[in-house]
């Protein structure tokens, strides 16, 4: 009987400890009284944050920008080519209401972020990027990784290019849809990957390609 019982009680802590915290995001609007010439005009990149916390509204309506669904075909926001979508993307949050601080990864399908680590870890990431003080100081920071396998299985070498041409695309989606928001944000192409790599925790398969520090402007 008291083996049994302490065999129930492991297996409840191990649930515990293994439960992954989903986080369902806020839907997404899809119409703005910002015109998209107005986004275009606007768009600088901003380095300079106030210590504001963001929503999970404004996190919500970023991740849609960069990957969400808009068909049920499996349409994205952004083109990707013969649709196999080898981004992912990371959220590196320390500053969002009612969010506790930690790295996330953004599921499309659920429109859900799922918590991978614990902590608020932006100023590693500020220091894997060469120290960048916006990485660090920003409330929330975006990591958009490749797995260039899926394109070049397909495409062969010219797969790594369409990646590349991608990670464009996805990125000005996010700067965009920043300015439209009235946030502010800059594309971040230096850094060590594999520092990254370690913050995120992915293997060598996963290749960072930007990082995308979002706030509230000075
Ligand atoms: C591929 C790429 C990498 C970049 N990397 C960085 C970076 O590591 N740090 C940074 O502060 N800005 C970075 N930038 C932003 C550029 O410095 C900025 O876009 C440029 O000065 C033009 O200014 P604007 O974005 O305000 O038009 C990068 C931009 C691109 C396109």
């Known amino acids: 009987m008291l083996r049994f019982l302490s065999f129930i009680l492991s297996f409840l802590i191990g649930c515990q400890l293994y439960a992954e915290t989903?986080?369902?995001?806020?839907?997404?609007?899809?119409?703005?009284?910002?015109?998209?010439?107005?986004?275009?005009?606007?768009?600088?990149?901003?380095?300079?944050?106030?210590?504001?916390?963001l929503t999970l509204q404004e996190i919500s309506q970023l991740l849609w920008s960069a990957q969400g669904i808009t068909e049920p075909a499996g349409g994205r926001t952004a083109p990707s080519a013969g649709a196999l979508y080898p981004?992912?993307?990371?959220?590196?949050?320390?500053?969002?209401?009612?969010l506790a601080p930690g790295v996330y990864r953004?599921?499309?399908?659920?429109?859900?972020?799922?918590?991978?680590?614990?902590?608020?870890?932006?100023?590693?990431l500020s220091e894997a990027s060469l120290w960048q003080p916006w990485v660090r100081n920003a409330p929330v920071s975006f990591v958009i990784t490749a797995v260039y396998e899926i394109t070049t299985k397909k495409y062969g070498e010219r797969g790594v290019r369409y990646v590349h041409i991608e990670v464009g695309h996805v990125a000005q989606n996010m700067l965009l849809q920043a300015v439209a928001l009235d946030?502010?944000?800059v594309p971040v192409g230096a850094f060590y990957d594999s520092e990254v790599r370690k913050i995120l925790g992915v293997g060598d398969k996963e290749q960072p390609l930007?990082?995308?520090p979002v706030g509230k402007k000075r």
């Open 87 to 98: 981004l992912k993307v990371y959220l590196v949050a320390g500053g969002v209401k009612n």
């Open 22 to 53: 989903v986080i369902d995001l806020p839907k997404p609007r899809q119409k703005s009284s910002v015109s998209l010439e107005e986004t275009l005009t606007k768009r600088r990149s901003v380095r300079e944050f106030s210590s504001e916390t």
């Open 183 to 185: 946030l502010g944000a």
């Open 106 to 124: 953004y599921d499309p399908f659920k429109h859900q972020i799922i918590k991978i680590k614990d902590g608020d870890l932006r100023g590693l």
């Open 210 to 212: 930007y990082i995308i």
